[in-house]
């Protein structure tokens, strides 16, 4: 009777052991993990940050791994941020991170990176530069500007996704700009402030499902409008492919001086809103039939310096002023 009292204690004891192991080797109930990315949008062949955030467990004390295309795991206890470097556009990297809480099961968690972007263009749409000029038009502090967004997105199959396949919701000095946000909005408008110079502007565009593809921020700096002169001919008109100086020798009887404000609106240099006063010697002349041409005439063959000067006024414009000289060497 005894030894059959003691099998039976044996008997409780190991299922009380094995019901404890069992008990210490499963998951969480419950436990809640995510991974998010910095940045949350990132482009081809950019750093980018993998995080693993819980409320349902220390990560400090949990074995965490990563696995980046099946290839070699790396991590640590409390190991939870991991830096991958994305591909080419539209190339994914699937990460594949293990997390094991203490006393528990592993977590697995598989993210799939791929990368992709929206270029944003502007254009000053007042801005005036003269004929055959290379450079771009650059905005003042007034300009009015247009931003076109460019997305770089590949579908499943490898092709770009059309720009009328997304929402745009942009941003204006990190404020949301609803009445120019939508479904295929990838225009976007507006005006340079002269008390806030530098204009901030920003955009998301996702999907129909509300996934953000990707996102962009710009800061748009004015330039300051300038005069430039040229020499004008009888038979070329305005020779724009010489800019002339301080100074510009003259050697005829008759010569003709060109001034054209690069950056200025509204875009016509002759515009009723742009005033132009010149004089000669500290002497003012009268307005030129073409305001700004100025025609000089020698009466006779003194040789000597004169100096020219012009200022000039955008009357629309609170900053848009300018004035400069040249000096003539007479010979």
Known sequence: MIR????????????????????NAQALGGASVSVSLFPTSPGPNQQVTLTVNTYSFSLQTAEIDWTVDGGKTVGGIGYNKYTITTKKLGSPTVVTVTITPVGSLPIVQTI??????????????????PPFYRGKALVTSESKVKFVAIPQVLDGAGSLIPTSGFLYEWRDEYN??????????NVFSTAMDYVNPTRHIGLDISGRDGTVAASNDIALDPSDPKLVWYAGSP???TLYNHALTDDYTVKDSDVSLVVFPYFFSPGNPTSSQISYTWSLNGNTLNSPANPNTLFLHRSNSD???????????????LFQELQSSLTLHLQ
């Open 303 to 317: 040789k000597g310096d004169a100096l020219v000067n012009v200022s000039m006024l955008n009357t629309t414009k």
């Open 235 to 237: 038979l070329y008109g």
């Open 176 to 185: 949301p700009d609803d009445a120019h946000s939508g479904f295929g909005k």
């Open 112 to 129: 799939t990176v791929v990368p992709s972007s929206v270029d944003i263009l502007w254009q000053a749409t007042d801005s005036v530069v």
């Open 4 to 23: 059959r009292a003691c099998t039976i204690f044996v008997l409780i004891v190991l299922c009380v052991v094995s019901f404890a192991n069992i008990t």
